[in-house]
Antibody, heavy 120, light 108 residues
Framework: QVQLVESGGGVVQPGTSLRLSCVVS????????MHWVRQAPGKGLEWVSF????????YYADSVKGRFTISRDNSKNTLSLQMNSLRAEDTAVYYC?????????????WGQGTMVSVSS | EIVMTQSPDTLSVSPGERATLSCRAS??????FAWYQQKPGQAPRLLIY???TRATGVPARFSGSGSGTEFTLTISSLQSEDFAVYYC??????????FGQGTKLEIK
């Protein structure tokens, strides 16, 4: 069945880095764009980043621009999020989500999330 | 940035009754609009896309309407499993993709 599985979360100190992964299965990865969305504890949903189906275009929320990098390896059905210079306000559950190739679609499939906690 | 504003923040409804949730966009977004349901400890689930199309497997008691800047999610007869937080979202003018703050639907 269609599945997105995130990993890589953990507890880190401010200023450090972390890399999240999302492995997908059950569908043709190259037919879809992919998003990262986060949710701080007790808060709402915040879009983080989007990458086109072929990786040629990438977009970021202002809150993470210059610190986070989205990428994908279509040969390994894997989406990644490299997070540098982490701040306390980056603490959240991070979800990967599937969407259309170019972004003009709803997020139809979501992973279960991975928790990132930034604390000294 | 398009701001999405949901109302009310909390809605108390009895099982079997109808629930109506609203969302307003700060700019015209046509029907590039979705509703999601999130239960505690779970990932969000797509309910409605294109403002009015139910996603696969979503029961017929869920319906979406609206276009432009005003949107509504109606749950015709609430079941116990429907009590959750609901988010609206626009995917018309981005980045960023923006969500509403959420409406918590609770049992009255």
């Amino acid at each position: 069945q269609v599945q997105l599985v995130e990993s890589g979360g953990g507890v880190v100190q401010p200023g450090t880095s972390l890399r999240l992964s999302c492995v997908v299965s059950g569908f043709t990865f190259t037919n879809y764009g992919m998003h990262w969305v986060r949710q701080a504890p007790g808060k709402g949903l915040e879009w983080v980043s989007f990458i086109w189906y072929d990786g040629s275009n990438k977009y970021y929320a202002d809150s993470v621009k210059g610190r986070f990098t989205i990428s994908r390896d279509n040969s390994k059905n894997t989406l990644s999020l490299q997070m540098n210079s982490l701040r306390a306000e980056d603490t959240a559950v991070y979800y990967c989500a599937r969407a259309g190739m170019f972004g003009y679609d709803a997020f139809d499939i979501w992973g279960q999330g991975t928790m990132v906690s930034v604390s000294s | 940035e398009i701001v999405m504003t949901q109302s009310p923040d909390t809605l108390s409804v009895s099982p079997g009754e109808r629930a109506t949730l609203s969302c307003r966009a700060s700019q015209i977004i046509s029907t590039n609009f979705a509703w999601y349901q999130q239960k505690p400890g779970q990932a969000p689930r797509l309910l409605i896309y294109g403002a009015s199309t139910r996603a696969t497997g979503v029961p017929a008691r869920f319906s979406g309407s609206g276009s432009g800047t005003e949107f509504t999610l109606t749950i015709s007869s609430l079941q116990s499993e429907d009590f959750a937080v609901y988010y609206c979202q626009q995917y018309s003018n981005w980045p960023p993709f923006t969500f509403g703050q959420g409406t918590k639907l609770e049992i009255k």
